[in-house]
């Protein structure tokens, strides 16, 4: 079973942390490098964060020094913890596997987490 579920987005002031979720299945999750994307409105999906199996991160420069991903290979989910939330960082975020996870023949994402940062 294909399954990829985000959770833990919400409403916050410019400033404060979300912690985000994605709970994988199995067949996703084991020996992937995994990821968060993000969507703001009319824009394209950006590639946010990244982390090996073995726990090594990449960042985008926009995020770098305030977001940081993490993954429990036990649980099969991987955590985006947000620190020092902007405006620019209104989206709706994803997480997927690099390369995404195909379903005949395309991409496959799950439903997402909006998180809105507003005064």
Do not use: H
Not at 71 to 78: E, H, I, L, S
Not at 94 to 110: A, E, F, T
């Amino acid at each position: 079973q294909v399954q990829l579920v985000e959770s833990g987005g919400g409403l916050v002031q410019p400033g404060e942390s979300l912690r985000l979720s994605c709970a994988a299945s199995r067949s996703i999750f084991s020996f992937s490098i995994m990821s968060w994307y993000r969507q703001a409105p009319g824009k394209e999906r950006d590639l946010v964060a990244t982390i090996t199996s073995g726990g090594s991160t990449n960042y985008a420069d926009s995020v770098k020094g305030r977001f940081t991903i993490s993954r429990d290979n036990a649980k099969n989910t991987v955590y985006l913890q947000m620190n020092s939330l902007k405006p620019e960082d209104t989206a709706v975020y994803y997480c997927n596997k690099i390369p995404p996870v195909k379903l005949y023949g395309m991409d496959y994402w799950g439903k997402g987490t909006l998180v809105t940062v507003s005064s």
